[in-house]
């Protein structure tokens, strides 16, 4: 089964910045697009960016300019840099990949979440 463990949470002040990282392990094939959603109290989870394979990247138009996606895939590993962090920003951090486990299975796994809060 494929996991996927995130790191770099925490309290940041308002205009501070964070980390995130997210390592998938026990992949069978390969991954093909990894992203980040979040998912705030009595609000749905929300696409905050992805990236595919080749690098190719999304972003919600709420962390446009102030966050940055990208992956390493020797490490299996996607990173967020989250800069000018705002108390909106505040919620869980969840990474989300896609995985073919083999040539023609693609599989869609989530990691655990990782909490998020900006306040000052």
């Known amino acids: 089964q494929v996991q996927l463990v995130e790191s770099g949470g925490g309290l940041v002040q308002p205009g501070g910045s964070l980390r995130l990282s997210c390592a998938a392990s026990?992949?069978?094939?390969?991954?093909?697009?990894m992203g980040w959603y979040r998912q705030a109290p009595g609000k749905e989870r929300e696409l905050v960016a992805r990236i595919g394979r080749g690098g190719e990247t999304k972003y919600a138009d709420s962390v446009k300019g102030r966050f940055t996606i990208s992956r390493d895939n020797a490490k299996n590993t996607v990173y967020l840099e989250m800069n000018s962090l705002k108390p909106e920003d505040t919620a869980v951090y969840y990474c989300?990949?896609?995985?073919?486990?083999?040539?023609?299975?693609?599989?869609?796994?989530w990691g655990q979440g990782t909490q998020v809060t900006v306040s000052s």
């Open positions: 989300n990949a896609d995985v073919f486990t083999s040539t023609i299975t693609l599989l869609n796994f």
């Open positions: 026990r992949i069978i094939f390969s991954i093909d697009f």
